[in-house]
């Protein structure tokens, strides 16, 4: 009896081996992207990830309308992009649209680990063509358009500045003509279009193929008559995608209008309950973590994801840095602040803060030429507010000879300290500093009162010397 007790035992234990190892290896299937395109393209297609590593990954040929990208299982979803490359030359895929588009072409999909299927065709776009009839000349000009009378509306003068088009100017088209009037020496190197109409379409040269066809023409004729057609134009293609829950959530998150911001500009718990597996929203809400003013509100946001996508390896590194905030809350950075001088010695943050009220960190390395410059610079601020606060240099270096040998040549009457020599990435690593010389500021509690950047609406700048003199003003002054 004991014998086929043991035997039962025994098959149900390996029955759920094989079966833990069953389900296993299908929840760690890999995925398909399948791109289907006109018999009229050949050629082969080049898959690029694009995030988080940009690199090429592999180039698969055209083959009776198909390509078709098999990969193994990922863990964390993947960005790519699609380069199209016929008789050797590349075509970019220029846009790519959910099955159901939400307003907004983006350009790459996201590998999921799912069927994902592709229809590419040729994109066609309309343009205002036009040939012209001008006159030689320089001084004062005219630029007269003559439209079909289906076209209404302004037609706007635009500058290509940065990266967008800026009106220049606008003229209205009546009776199917509208004109305007320029001088030739105004007319700059700045790239100018016209664009017509209530749908903005762009009015291009036929007879002029460069980018900055109209700056040559106004800037060397004075009379110019632009009898204007609508043109449809192969520009490039296009592909419809379907079967990508995430690639369907990365171009949601391409778009503003669609409400998954909350008032905070933060993803919205509501969106995240709607894809609560999607690892692509959770990247989002890594990265943007430290913007979260609240970590309360943080911890609420992850705990809306599902297990899996909370189990992920960036589920649990958000959890840690949860976990970090909320130790930093409780006891400030003091507990990470163990650092030592050229000589071993180790100091703490007490031992650092030296019964003031604030404590300056100035980032710094051996080779870093504008750290060296700014230490006359320190000194004369160190002289002048040595009473008030304590100063501390701390080293990003990975080379302690160089450091120890840079400190002899600049020495300085404040504490010099690093993780040297037994930990080359403490500094970078307690402070999540990548850039020199930068500056925070620590209240006697060790908690960050000012952080290495300084915010101004969307514009963000290094905090800089000055910074630091204002927020002492501040703080303890006055």
Known sequence: MKIYRIIIISTIFLCNIVYGQSAKSQSKKGGIVEINLPDSIKGYIKFREAYPQPRDLDSIPISNGKCILKYKYLEMPIIIGLALFQNGKEKKVESLFMKNPYDMPYGNIVL????????????????????????IGSGKGSLEFSFPDSIHGLVYSKKWYGYQFVTQDSARIVDGKCTFHYNTSDISDERLLFFAGDDQIPI??????????????????????????????????????SGSPETDVQMQLMNDKLGWKDQQGYISKAFIQKYPSSKVLLNEVFDDRSRYSSVDDLKVSLSLFSENAQ???????LANYI????????????????????????????DCLNGKQLCVVVFWASWCAPCIEEIPRLKEFYKEYKDQISLVSLSVDTDYKKWTERMRQHPVEWLSLSGLPKDKKKVMDDFGTNVVPAFIVLDAKSKIIASQYIQNGNNRRLMELEDVKEIINLKILH
């Open 112 to 135: 999921d680990n799912s069927h994902t299927i592709i229809y590419i065709a040729p994109w066609m776009v309309t343009r205002y063509i036009c040939n012209c009839e001008n006159m």
């Open 323 to 350: 976990k970090e905030r909320e130790e930093y809350d409780k006891y400030g950075i003091s507990r990470k602040f163990v650092y030592f001088d050229t000589n071993g010695k180790q100091y703490n943050f007490n």
């Open 311 to 317: 189990q992920s390896s960036k589920g649990k590194e």
């Open 204 to 241: 291009v040269l036929e007879n002029i193929k460069t980018p900055t066809a109209w700056n040559y023409l106004l800037k060397n004729n004075t009379l110019i008559k632009a009898n204007v057609i609508p043109k449809n134009i192969r520009t490039g293609i296009l592909g419809i995608v």
